[in-house]
């Protein structure tokens, strides 16, 4: 675990970053062709950090030319793989040794703790790049079954121009989860970072360089959805998009595939993800405390937030209460105080957009519990509860994306799945039972990329991470997602 610098020691060290904020394209950090600039505001205070290069479809075209032109040219997707192995794993390092930087920037940039960003977020980067690195040389080809006078060979590839669309609120762990296994198979890639958040991919650019990645390979172009987002998207030198963040955006990218070159498109979107607590689970007070944290960490900026809690209603006063006291005491306050445990929203926008949410609950006649204000005029919220939550309600089956808990009731199993199972979204389900009969068949007729039993914890390199329904589809994290970033090519030889 990493030293933990004080509040004082992280805002000394603001003063002193070197932060970079121009577009990284061929190995070098240049403006946007237009000379345009968008301002990085910190939710922290409402302050500017800093003014980021504004790229947009010529700053994208410049860096999908530089990614195809590395990739022709072969330094890196011709590598061996255990030359390629040795670079990612300095990669690494190179993260690890920045960390307490990289985690600063991110904290400054979307308002979430520091002692988060430093010791789950940084620390999850680190691993992932380790674990691909490690996989590299580890992913077989086959031979097909034929006769003796014939030979199938059945050969993985890298895909190409990778284009890597990423959301806010977990910056560069998102990104990461993108570039590991791209460039892990040897594709060179094209990175858009959320416009909300671009300092940390910007910087990290630099360090791949540093560690002997060649030029070209990995381009950095921040810029707004509607026009750097679309433009990757609509690129017809792009061989592949993977995207995280919202359904409705997933769609979008669905649509600029059809109408340009067919590229692939991998995407994890949306989730409205049900926790369901049966009455014979064994330990309340342990799934109390996982729920509320997975509801209330990063202020709810989840893609697997639990924000569907499904209550037996033998237990739905007890369990209650008990989620009630951990949001209660919950320790709100500045991010870059490590004993702080939520921060901000990421902006304005979508404080309001939550607060909006908030005000929608109780219009549909849910009974607003516990929380629901801002804190201050800024981008500071409640924990917020709803109880006596119907499924058909907004708050119930949209996602809000901020720390906002709709509790439902049930009674029975029968009653637990079809609450569960009615959402357009499919990314995560959770079951706590000390039932085995039970939580085998949750885990059978749920309709969810991944489910958990008696935790929420899903997120690892060794686990395929992605969802079913408006989720999305492609998995992060795993060999498969090492080989969603390769396309496979049959030979025949006959003798």
Known sequence: MPDMPTLEDWKSRISK???H?????????????????MSCISPIDGKSITEVAECDAED????VQSARAAFEKGLWSNMAPRKRKRVLQKFAEKIKSNMQELALLETLDMGKPITYSLTHDMLSVVQTFRWFAEAI???YDEIAPMGSKELGLITREPIGVIGAVVPWNFPLDMATLKIAPALAAGNSVVLKPAEQSPLTALRIAELAVESGLPEGVLNVVPGFGPTA??????????DMLSFTGSTEVGKLFLKYSGESNMKQVALECGGKSPNIIMADVENLDAAAIDAAANIFYNSGQVCTAASRLLLDESIHDEFLEKVMAEAIALKIGDPLDPSTEMGTMVDLRQTERVLDYINIGQEEGAELSHGGKRIGDGCYLEP???????????IAQEEIFGPV?????????DEALKLANDSQYGLQAGIWTSNLNTAHRFVRELRAGMVTVNSWSSYHPVMPFGGVKQSGFGRDFSLHGLQKYTQMKSTYFAF
């Open 60 to 63: 994208v075209n410049l860096a």
């Open 229 to 238: 987002g679309q433009a990757l998207g609509r690129h017809m030198d792009v």
């Open 405 to 413: 808990l709709s509790v439902l009731t049930f009674s029975g199993i």
């Open 137 to 139: 040389d580890k992913v």
């Open 384 to 394: 917020t509860v709803f109880q006596n939550v119907q499924s058909g309600m907004r």
């Open 21 to 37: 904020n121009r577009a990284f394209i061929n190995g070098r950090y240049v403006d946007a062709v237009s000379g345009k600039t």
């Open 17 to 19: 970053l070197d932060i």
